[in-house]
């Protein structure tokens, strides 16, 4: 019913940045909440970054001050921009996404994530 397209990730130098998009399509009726997971190997998956429908973000504190997210309502997309990115940045980037759908289901939606490497 709602499919997630994320794209930007690759790998960068430390220091460097990054910016990754998530768009949805499908089924949607509105869009709620809108955030970014990684999960590193060996790690579980954890919130870097979300975004309500109103505006209010969310960051994990080892990121506060380096990513900034974003959210484009009329293209269904969110952002996810990487500034002075660090080696233990590295992990796999999922966008999550509430979604009420047309159907008037709500659920979450996951992308299928993209590959942020940090490394010389």
């Known amino acids: 019913q709602v499919q997630l397209v994320e794209s930007g990730g690759g790998l960068v130098q430390p220091g460097g940045s990054l910016r990754l998009s998530c768009v949805a399509s499908g089924s949607i009726r509105r869009l709620n909440a809108m955030g970014w997971y990684r999960q590193a190997p060996g790690k579980q998956r954890e919130l870097v970054a979300d975004?309500?429908?109103?505006?209010?973000?969310k960051y994990a504190d080892s990121v506060k001050g380096r990513f900034t997210i974003s959210r484009d309502n009329a293209k269904n997309t969110v952002y996810l921009e990487m500034n002075s990115l660090k080696p233990e940045d590295t992990a796999d980037y999922y966008c999550?996404?509430?979604?009420?759908?047309?159907?008037?289901?709500?659920?979450?939606?996951w992308g299928q994530g993209t590959q942020v490497t940090v490394s010389p």
């Open positions: 975004m309500s429908s109103s505006g209010i973000t």
């Open positions: 999550k996404v509430s979604v009420l759908t047309r159907t008037a289901i709500l659920g979450d939606y």
